[in-house]
């Protein structure tokens, strides 16, 4: 079982930055693949960014350039740098974990940080 813990959401001004943090309660290690996904009011859950047991990242169209995701996985925390944050980046910050074994997918989720991008 993993728990997941995001924290470093809040308030900011358009151009803006914000760095997300994911503490993971069990040991990630490099056996999980690390995502952050966030939803906005009345859409659906989107991904964000993710990081793969081997270091692949993958971005979203929409924040390329201005959002790095890491891991570090003595720590069990995964990070979301945002930079050049915009308004339609307002939404709640999801952090996932997960594993595909010979036994089942493994899928875990956070409880959500909310950024706000506001003037």
């Known amino acids: 079982q993993v728990q997941l813990v995001e924290s470093g959401g809040g308030l900011v001004q358009p151009g803006g930055s914000l760095r997300l943090s994911c503490a993971a309660s069990?040991?990630?290690?490099?056996?999980?693949?690390m995502g952050w996904y966030r939803q906005a009011p009345g859409k659906q859950r989107d991904l964000v960014a993710s990081?793969?047991?081997?270091?692949?990242?993958n971005y979203a169209e929409s924040v390329k350039g201005r959002f790095t995701i890491s891991r570090d996985n003595a720590k069990n925390t995964v990070y979301l740098q945002m930079n050049s944050l915009k308004f339609e980046d307002t939404a709640v910050y999801y952090c996932?974990?997960?594993?595909?074994?010979?036994?089942?997918?493994?899928?875990?989720w956070g409880q959500g940080t909310q950024v706000t991008v506001s003037s």
């Open positions: 069990g040991s990630i290690s490099s056996t999980y693949a």
């Open positions: 996932n974990a997960r594993r595909l074994s010979i036994t089942g997918l493994y899928d875990y």
């Open positions: 990081i793969s047991t081997g270091g692949r990242i």
